[in-house]
């Protein structure tokens, strides 16, 4: 009897499987490393991997549209005149005008100011029609320092001191020739068209000592009426947080390495800081620690999309989030409505991430006045307000169902975990078991 | 003239009497006894204030100072007139690091030398330092005029923008992108200008050197990367 060998298929490997093949070969044939926009890209255990496990017979539910949960927060209560009283849990983080369009900031403040929460400048300094369509304006004090000033500082509503974010903590801003239009570059004192790489550390301070320092000067300025946010990337949220704590804080912005970009290394963004679910515990326990849980408050941010993170994030002990990526998504980013464009730049809606070549067909992450005008301010503001309304019912949904008449009241026993990783990240129960990693001997 | 003593007023009394000043008062100089290194000393003013400190100051004096002249009797500590917009900051001894930081406007004149640092992040402000200057001085320099009689450190001027910068002495090394420029008579004007504003007498424009950035960096070129 003759024999066949039967067919066996090609077989690709895991290791080198066809994205990384691409990847090498685009590196080979360019010698530059690829720049791109948005978060992290890789699957991270992450609020998905928690569960909220209801009322039962010892704790009983509050009546869905009978009961009132409460959403207000109140940021900024340990040093300040003037803290921030927001409606929601929910606001927006920092980006730039230059990174994004001036319709695209609008359509961010109105959003906001209609929901009753805050956004937040970027690289960039303030511009007017921020400033005018924004309630309340929390102003970034970063590295760069571009457009700093003292009647902005006095302008804002808070002050947010950036030393890292989630996205690339240790990497300085990136904005590249193609966005640094004639406004954006008077702004920032540049070039017209240069490529800005903005500095990763402050110019005149480095380490907690000389923070604390640098917070009394920026309180002293604005006669101790504006609240002191310090934010950091997800690297070591433990230490961070007690650190900007001891400097002088009045609210703790902590952003996961699922929070996005406008523009850095991919392999920064991929290889670089801690998922943002990894984050939130150890920052809670040093606040805990501290005696400062509540007092000082902790906002959270990186890969928030749903009121369903929002009342995880709640839960494990944040006093409020910050939303970036989701908010361009509520105003018209990657939209299929403009996939025929997406398919002209070699990719297709839902993975456009070419912010810094300024080509963006939704006219947000763009300084070109042509397809800028394709977003209607007032229409992406509307969009904003909604989903920030429905991430709240949905927050507000799951608390009544724990029996919780503030989002603030939930806790942490609330939750299970669905996976050993997100058990020991969360410090929660894995499913149907009164253990996680880390809690008693294995 | 207010006289505020810091060793029996706080600190908070200061600058908020320095904001509080009401159009068309007739108390505009204040002068500032014991700072005995105080941080955040005379922070924030805004209009044409005249603060004389008597002694030396910790971080951040004069910090985004607009329109005031503020001159220290003593030594500065990091940060001194960070981010100015407008106005004149006089030190009479030395600066330690970061003098002049992020500055957009006025004039800084260091009458002994500056640490390391000066000029970082430079905005649009001048600066004239009557010593020499620490390393990584004007780094990332974006514009305005740093005047150094005496010499620089290591690494001056590194990535640089459009900042210009004036030495009398040596430079130890440049940093990255950073060259020496032909001096144009607009150069020897500004030159001139800048250490007549700045007190400096029997000093000749033509002493100094000239060095601005190669502008090789300002778009990224995979070929310069060594410079990195």
């Given amino acids: 009897m003759s024999y066949h060998n039967p067919y066996t298929p090609p077989r690709k490997s895991a290791t080198f499987d066809d994205y990384t093949l691409a990847e090498i070969r685009r590196a080979a044939a360019t010698g530059i490393y690829d720049i791109r926009g948005a978060g992290t890209k890789r699957k991270v255990p992450h609020f998905d991997d928690l569960l909220f496990l209801g009322a039962s017979i010892s704790r009983y539910p509050l009546e869905g549209y009978r009961e009132k949960c409460d959403t207000s927060v109140v940021l900024g209560t340990r040093f300040a005149k003037k803290p921030i009283h927001l409606k929601i849990p929910v606001s927006i983080a920092g980006m730039s005008f230059g990174a994004l369009s001036g319709p695209a900031k609008e359509a961010l403040g109105r959003g906001a100011t209609a929901s009753g929460t805050s956004t937040t400048t970027g690289d960039g300094g303030m511009t007017d029609e921020e400033r005018g369509h924004s309630q309340t304006l929390v102003y970034q004090y970063l590295p760069s320092r571009y457009g700093m000033n003292p009647t902005d500082l006095r302008r804002a509503d808070a002050i947010e001191v950036v030393v890292g974010q989630g996205a690339k903590p240790g990497g300085g801003g990136m904005l590249l020739g193609q966005k640094i239009s004639d406004r954006v570059a008077n702004m920032r004192n540049l070039p017209k068209g240069i490529d800005q790489r903005s500095a990763c550390r402050h110019p005149d301070w480095t380490g907690p000592d000389d923070l604390e320092i640098k917070i009394l000067e920026l309180r002293e300025i604005t006669d101790w009426e504006k609240p002191i946010y310090v934010k950091v990337g997800g690297a070591r949220p433990y230490y961070d947080t007690a650190l900007a704590v001891k400097a002088g804080a009045d609210v703790v912005v902590l952003d996961g390495m699922q929070g996005g970009t406008a523009a850095t290394q991919d392999v920064f963004i991929e290889n670089v800081g801690m998922p943002t679910l990894a984050c939130i515990r150890p920052a809670v326990q040093a606040l805990q620690d501290l005696g400062m849980h509540r007092k000082v408050q902790l906002v959270i941010s990186g890969g928030i999309r749903s009121g369903a993170d929002v009342a995880k994030a709640l839960a494990l002990g944040a006093d409020a989030v910050a939303i970036g990526t989701a908010a361009l998504v509520a105003i018209g980013d990657n939209d299929p409505h403009w996939e025929e464009e997406y398919q002209k730049l070699g990719t297709t809606a839902g993975a456009y991430d070419d912010w810094h070549e300024g080509k963006d067909p939704a006219g947000i992450t763009t300084q070109d006045p042509e397809l800028m005008k394709r977003l209607d301010p007032i229409a992406a503001g509307r969009r904003l307000a909604n989903y920030l309304k429905v991430m709240t019912l949905e927050a507000q949904t799951i608390a009544r169902a724990c029996g919780k008449n503030h989002l603030h009241n939930l806790e942490p026993e609330d939750l299970c975990a669905l996976t050993m990783e997100a058990a020991a990240m969360a410090q929660v129960p894995l499913a149907g078991t009164s253990w996680y990693p880390g809690k008693g001997a294995f | ?228």
Avoid: W
């Fill in chain 2, 1 to 228: 003239m207010p006289v505020i003593d810091l060793a029996t007023t706080p600190l908070r009394e200061l600058n908020s009497a320095l904001h509080n000043i009401q159009k068309g008062s007739n108390d505009l100089s204040y002068e500032v006894a014991n700072p005995r290194g105080s941080h955040a000393v005379a922070v924030g003013v805004s209009g044409p204030v005249l603060v004389d400190v008597n002694g030396s100051v910790g971080y951040y004096c004069a910090g985004m100072n607009d329109g005031g002249t503020i001159t220290v009797h003593g030594s500065a500590g990091p940060g001194v007139a960070e981010n100015m917009m407008s106005g004149k900051v006089v030190i009479e001894g030395d600066a330690s690091q970061y003098a002049g930081a992020t500055g957009r406007g006025g004039l800084l004149v260091i009458k002994g030398n500056a640490a390391s640092r000066c000029g970082i992040s430079m905005k649009g402000i001048d600066i004239v330092v009557h010593g020499n200057i620490g390393h990584m001085s004007a780094f990332m320099g974006q514009s305005g005029h740093l005047v150094v009689l005496g010499d620089a450190g290591d690494a001056l001027g590194d990535s640089l923008y459009e900042a210009k910068l004036f030495v009398r002495g040596t430079v130890k090394s440049l940093g990255a992108d950073c060259i020496e420029k032909e001096m144009r008579p607009e150069h020897l004007q500004k030159l001139a200008e800048l250490l007549e504003k700045a007190g400096v007498k029997d000093v000749r424009p033509e002493e100094f050197k000239r060095y601005g950035s190669a502008r090789k960096l300002y778009n990224f070129n995979i070929d310069n990367a060594d410079a990195y």
